[in-house]
């Protein structure tokens, strides 16, 4: 199987560690991977404002980079969602129906096919797990908290072999951080308050780091728990996973 | 002219404890939804046969409302047609004036609220009496509702108790729930017994039977009907289900979903009118047979108007239904109001964070946060957004479609910390960094480190 | 005429796709539905009394309203005087009535919800303008949800009916539970245990 691994615009450009952890993780998972070059971005953000029409050549060159591959492994369900669900608007040609079908966040990916082979990793600190809402209910990465059906495994899955570590739930199951995209800027005001307030929730039971697979999340809390100095640290599952959280 | 959200839900915010009061309010409402929901296993079952049995009536939208009309007719009761608010208004009035009907008691619809009844049968020197006690705190206070199922949801017990002193010279300063409430009943009860006419809307009209039901807690729908000579019941076409045995779905869903009842204290279901007198059904389209053409808006006819997206949706909570200035406010009322008018609206469906929670929890499954998409891309096609935000769009669409330029981009952005996000977050720069810090530029990109490592 | 135009978009504008009415096979939760119905009653802020047969339904009634009070009576069986509502000149006369006592068809242990229809109703306004409500029930006409609650419904003929699940309610200010609303201010259930 030929694997790629996709990096998002803004890991790349600002949470490169995340990305090193997802390549050093496949690694030493034995996992044949490549990561194409000349990556950007998957063109959500301007889907998300409305102009999907001039995401098309994003689209395009996303499809050209991934299209010989079985299997594309995103760092950001977001990114993968937007993917699976929103390239509709360019011709579905084999390449954009394959890349569409076999794209997958990697975190589920790793979920589903190594969780066992990772680790053991000893992280003795009290986190929180927060699931980015588009793998939550865009890829069904765990139950969300609206349906009524069995509760299915998705990121506190990924903890199996992790050691000492004291997951604390939040008050509000799976409720939104804020981030939206082009919302968090749009819709500055409820923005904050969103993120705002999933951090009084994290700071209110003393836990010490929040935990996403989804790491655009993060950059919103991150951006508001720097400006108010507060006592909380964000990472990505990977990094934990990888042992590489400094 | 329309405020529009950003602006309204800025100032709302303003008041953050009033903001926390509200959200915790409405999250409340949500958990209670849960508890009731999660005690019915069938759950998704239900919400499986209840979309469907939508879709299907809707697909035969034609057929069911002419069986339903026969059946009505064969009941004794007269129907009628309107095909926008306007007609609606007009048919009321003239079913009223030929009854010499000075006074109405009206039970929660927010379909009167959609054709704005209230102020045209006032302009007709009719009084309009809401009897619902959320509907008359706000009627009282001359304002919209800001929740389809609470319409008072925002309104704090001082200011109800403020509002009767002024108007019913109740005890000042008394800001009990079970005061107020009673102090309305009082009020309320004189006015059914003096009331002309009632009129109601309608939760579902049953084809088979031609009967309408109608849901609530307070007894006020029952109060003004059983009392008053003349019933009217107003309904959108699309509230139709084929037959009573359908009912059994919706009712385990509607109250469940709106308030964590396990079904509201009344659901009443009227076939015929009362001994000698008159009963009557205005059916009403108000473009519902043209949005029914919308391809991938169609399905939002199948709302049952349950609030539950409301209740869940974390910008709804933290803005207020009044920060929507539209009818029906909330993640439903997003991805209805374009329908009605797309560039009065067209701030309402941006909104979001497409977190998806209002279609988990709409109980007939409406891919509520998904239209929210689509809208937005017939609204960028459409000429109604600014063109300055069109021309951010093809620059970033150029950086981005282009790894060169990316590369040339990130790297200067990466330095001057200021390029990539002016592109990201559509010119603003300063808005993302307002309440938040700006990301620390890296020594390099991902794939420089991952290109050198290679080497 | 509107009807027509109205009738004639729809026709013209209606999803072509195959849509069919599903069936109602859902699997729901069965049994123990008198104890369940008993169980909901707090739940739906009704107080819930049981009566081995209509003359302990009387005695009950009678321990808890006594005195000179005004009453409406609809069963027969039940051996209390009350006003003949077939005298009245207005139904207006009904205002502040002290307590109605009415028979339910059917009750639904799901959720706590009665079945009460002008097959017993005089006048439709009886079970709202009261200020306490007393239905009664036979315990053989408990059904365990609403889906069979509707199917046995269908053979009863009805020109109105409604579900009442307990007194009249309002939370319509801040969120705070207020019973009495517009209808009855109390409601009780008495289920009668030997049916005949």
Known sequence: MKIALSIPCFIDQFYPQVGIAAVELLEKLNIDFEVPKNQTCCGQPMANSGYEDEAKKTYHHFIDLFKDYDKTVMISGSCTHHVQHNYTNIEQTKDVKNVRNNIEDISQFLLEHYIDEIGPVHFPHRIALHTGCHSLRGQRFGTSSELVTEKKTGLEGMLKHVTGVEVVPLSRPNECCGFGGTFSVVHEAISIKMGRDKLNDVQDKKIEYLISNDMSCLMHLEGIIKKENRNIKVAHILELLNGSIK | MRGSIKDNSELFLKNEERANWHDKALWFVREKRDLAAKSVPEWEQLREKASAVKMHTLSNLDRYLIEFEENAIKNGVKVHWAKDGKEHNRIIEEILQSHQVKKVVKSKSMLTEECHLNPHLESKGIEVIDTDLGERIIQLRKEPPSHIVMPAIHIKKEEVSELFHEKWNTEKGNNDPVYLTYQARLSLRKDFLTADAAITGVNFAVAETGEVVVCTNEGNADMGTHIAPLQIHSMGIEKLIPKREHLGIFTRMLARSATGQHITVYTSHFRKPKKGEEMHIVLVDNKRSERISREKYWTSLKCIRCGACMNTCPIYRRSGGHSYDATIPGPIGSILAPNIDTEKYSDLPFASTLCGSCSDVCPVKINIHEQLFFWRQDIGRSNVLPKSKKISMKIMAGVLGNPAVYKMFGKMMRISLKLLPSFVFENKLNTWAKNRKMMEAPKESFQEWYQKRKK | ?196
Request: with cysteine; glycine share 6%.
């Open chain 3, 1 to 196: 005429m509107s009807r027509k135009e109205i009738l004639e978009n729809i026709a013209k504008n209606k999803p072509s796709g195959e849509y069919k009415l599903p069936d109602l096979n859902i699997n729901t939760q069965k049994g123990k539905a008198a104890e369940k119905f008993e169980g909901i009653m707090p739940k739906v802020s009704a107080k819930f009394e049981k009566a081995k047969d209509y003359i302990a339904v009387t005695e009950v009634i009678r321990k808890h309203f006594s005195g000179d009070i005004r009453i409406v009576n609809l069963i027969e069986k039940v051996n209390i005087q009350g006003i003949d509502v077939s005298k009245l000149k207005n139904i207006k006369e009904l205002d502040l009535l002290d307590l109605a006592i009415i028979k339910g068809d059917l009750a639904v242990a799901e959720n706590g919800a009665i079945w009460v229809s002008d097959k017993n109703l005089p006048h439709r306004i009886l079970p709202f303008i009261c200020e306490n409500l007393i239905l009664v029930i036979d315990k053989k006409n408990i059904v365990n949800n609403m889906h069979e609650a509707y199917r046995l419904q269908n053979n009863l003929d009805y020109d109105y009916g409604v579900f009442i699940a307990g007194p009249s309610k309002t939370a319509d200010i801040e969120q705070s539970l207020v019973v009495g609303a517009q209808g009855p201010r109390n409601m009780m259930v008495i289920l009668v245990e030997n049916q005949d």
